[in-house]
Structures are given as C-alpha cells and as structure tokens.
Antibody
Framework: EVQLVESGGGLVQPGRSLRLSCIAS????????MSWFRQAPGKGLEWVSF??????????EYAAAVKGRFTISRDDSKSIAYLQMNSLKTEDTAVYYC????????????????WGQGTLVTVSS | DIQMTQSPSAMSASVGDRVTITCRAS??????LVWFQQKPGKVPKRLIY???SLESGVPSRFSGSGSGTEFTLTISSLQPEDFATYYC?????????FGQGTKVEIK
C-alpha cells in the first residue's frame, strides 16, 4: 500500500527555520519525483517545490514565493523527501502536503495520485 | 507563469444536477491537467489526470475534457457526497499552477 507521511510541522517564529519530512512506503521511491504543496487556512492549493528522481537528474524547481528560502532534497536510501524552510514568514503558515510524480518513469497515470495527510506549519511571534 | 482561470468560483446546485466547471490556461498546456476534489479538512483527491482520464475508483459521473487551453470537469448527476471544492492544476510548465477552486454547495 502506497503511503506518504509528512512530519516536522509546528509553531515557529518569523525568521526561524523548520524542516519537513515526507516518509514514503509501498512503492519504489527512487523512481518518482516528489512535490510539496501547501494550503493556507481557508485558501486554495499552492504548489511549492519539486525534485526529480536521480534518473532524471535529481534537479529541483521552486515557486517564486519560496525560492532562495526553501530547499527540497531527497534520501532515496531512506525513502524520504525533505523540505528545509528557512527565513520563515507569516505568509508561509499553511498545511504542507507531499505527493509523488511518476510521470517521468512511468506515465501520467502516476502523477499526484497519492498525497500525505499534511503537516501544519504556523509562523507566528 | 501560466495562469489558470477557473470558473465559477462557487455554485449552488441540487442533487441530480449536471455540473460543469471550466479551467482556462493562459497558454497551451497540451493535456497536462489534473482535477482534484477536496472536502473540508481533507487531503486533495485526484479525480482526473491527463485532462480526461478517470482515476481508478472514481465514479463514472465524473468526466474531464479539453486540451490546449480550455478544460472542463463535468459531474453528470450531482450526488450528496460530491459537495466539495474542486481544483484544476496544470503541470506542463514550472511553476505548476492551480485554478482558484470551485466550491460546489447544496442549493
């Protein structure tokens, strides 16, 4: 069974850092790109970042709102994707979700088909 | 960046109604479009991928169509469990972008 489990959220002061983890199981993690999304309270969904599989270069993409502050990475040996969030702002307050993207190695049928339950990040003084 | 204009932003409908939600992309995205359903406090659920392919296990009353810049999600006969917010997402170009969402409420 495919599972994605996020952790690492919490209350943090503006300007501080937090690292989110997305632990994957039930599929060949290394074959998939991984994305982070977020949803501020009462707002819509927003894509945050993406990391390609090693086979596709392991390169990364970022939304403009987080570029230079957030860093996505992966540890295929542990089947974990990370989101390091630095210089946090109040507007980063949201539920953060991870999801998988198998479109590079498989087909469009395996893009964003599974999501984690989300982890809440609250940035407030 | 590609802008996804989703309409309507909200609608009231009755059980049994046919519902149509539209997403327009500011430039062509081929068929790199996904539709999600989200209920309050829940994780987004993929309904449609590749613009028109139905997710396994999703009822056949849901359908997607379109290519290029114009896309449609149709619910042929609205059921009580379909009251939710629906989002489109383009993944043709980075940054990936969502529509603003359509909240489908009970009339």
């Amino acid at each position: 069974e495919v599972q994605l489990v996020e952790s690492g959220g919490g209350l943090v002061q503006p300007g501080r850092s937090l690292r989110l983890s997305c632990i994957a199981s039930g599929f060949t993690f290394g074959d998939y790109g991984m994305s982070w999304f977020r949803q501020a309270p009462g707002k819509g969904l927003e894509w945050v970042s993406f990391i390609r599989s090693k086979a596709h270069g392991g390169t990364t993409e970022y939304a403009a709102a987080v570029k230079g502050r957030f860093t996505i990475s992966r540890d295929d040996s542990k089947s974990i994707a990370y989101l390091q969030m630095n210089s946090l702002k109040t507007e980063d307050t949201a539920v953060y979700y991870c999801s998988r993207d198998g479109s590079g190695s498989y087909s469009l049928g395996r893009i964003l088909d599974y999501w984690g339950q989300g982890t809440l990040v609250t940035v407030s003084s | 960046d590609i802008q996804m204009t989703q309409s309507p932003s909200a609608m009231s409908a009755s059980v049994g109604d046919r519902v149509t939600i539209t997403c327009r992309a500011s430039q062509g995205i081929s068929n790199y479009l996904v539709w999600f359903q989200q209920k309050p406090g829940k994780v987004p659920k993929r309904l449609i991928y590749a613009a028109s392919s139905l997710e396994s296990g999703v009822p056949s009353r849901f359908s997607g169509s379109g290519s290029g810049t114009e896309f449609t999600l149709t619910i042929s006969s609205l059921q009580p469990e379909d009251f939710a917010t629906y989002y489109c997402l383009q993944h043709n170009n980075y940054p990936w972008t969502f529509g603003q969402g359509t909240k489908v409420e009970i009339k």
